[in-house]
């Protein structure tokens, strides 16, 4: 009996650990491939792409709402200095623009009902500025949602969406 | 050499052990589970207000992160999910069920079918949900059924659904919901009406 001690003890240090790391790793696992999902299916790096109006055909994750309209924009501050100009265009219903870093979290969402929203979002590390974001993550998501559960609100939405930005700024060259 | 294999197959059976528990405990295995869950329960309707922050404990992140990609935090928005009827029974698409409510609680809410794996259901019908401007003020209801009803009901179509669940989102929720749920939300009913193969 007691010969197995030892390996029944490393079959549960092993079933831990690994318990463990999967569900740390899950969220930035599953956010990764949404990203490379996102990026196929024509989601662009630095600009504002909107989806077409949600239906069963054209959704591309889980759980979108047909009643709302989404804008998305990946993002990739790993290169010093770098952030990013984000703009959410004036629309007359309910919209917001949320972020979300690598590891799924919705570190900051501005509601911008009938006005249009600018804010930087800076780099991890980042000293807070007035008027900025600063992402947890180099890499996530943008999403902007808009209220348009009919065609009239979605085209309305739509022209709203023309506003929207979301450019890389340079930052300044960094001295060796 | 006998000692060495009894190490590793223990190796290999943890590690099996806890990506399988890990799986299975956060909901993402096997296919098809869920996303009824959370310490939030109104009537049925389940939720974690927890969903898009990092105070969300590890199984519900990884959960969420599977079938509620980019939700947003409860200040903005909360997710209620149900996947059984008044009964106790799944929801399914041979059956007919009328969902009913009362005011909500949100500046703006809706209530949308999803399928065994988090999707629309793949119709064609544009029935796919009701919310607040389609139900109007007060008291509201909707049929879902896989095919239109002859009544002039708010109808959702569980066409192409299989076992399906429903999405209740409240967008700009009043404090009291997020500060008691039970006591702010009269959950919405399902009330299963009939089933094509007769149970």
Known sequence: ?????????????CAAATHAVTLAQAPAFIMARAMATLADRGVALHAFTATPRVTPQSQQVVRSSPDLTYALCRYD???????????????PGYQSLAFF????????????????????LLAPGSAPEEG????????????????APDARSFAAAAEAGKADQCRLVAGEPVSR | MRRAAVYL?????????????????????????????????VGGWRSDFAIGSKAADPYTRARVARHGLLALAKSEAVYLTRAVDDTG???????????????????????TLYDAASMLPANTDNALSIDAERAGKGAWSAVIAPMR????????????????????????????LLADPNAALAPPRIARLSCGDGT
Do not use: H
């Open chain 2, 9 to 41: 197959t223990a190796v290999v059976a943890g590690a099996a052990l806890g990506l399988g528990s890990a799986l299975w405990m956060a909901g993402l295995w096997p296919p098809g589970r869920n996303l009824a869950f959370g310490d939030v329960d």
């Open chain 2, 149 to 176: 009803p002859d009544s002039a009901e708010a109808w959702i179509s569980s066409r192409g659904a299989g076992r399906f669940d429903l999405t209740l989102r409240l967008y700009l929720p009043e404090a009291r």
């Open chain 2, 89 to 111: 029974q799944p929801l399914r698409e041979a059956c007919t069920y009328r969902l009913s409510g009362a005011v909500m609680p949100a500046g703006w809410w809706s209530v």
């Open chain 1, 77 to 91: 501050l790993g290169e010093p200095g770098t952030s990013l100009a984000v703009r959410m265009g004036a629309s």
């Open chain 1, 1 to 13: 009996m007691k010969r197995w001690l030892g390996p029944l003890a490393v079959l549960l240090v």
């Open chain 1, 132 to 147: 900025a974001v600063v992402s947890p993550t180099e890499r996530g998501v943008i999403l902007i949602r808009r209220l």
């Open chain 1, 101 to 120: 870093n690598a590891q799924t979290d919705n570190f900051s969402t501005l509601r911008g009902t009938g006005r249009e929203v600018s804010v930087r």
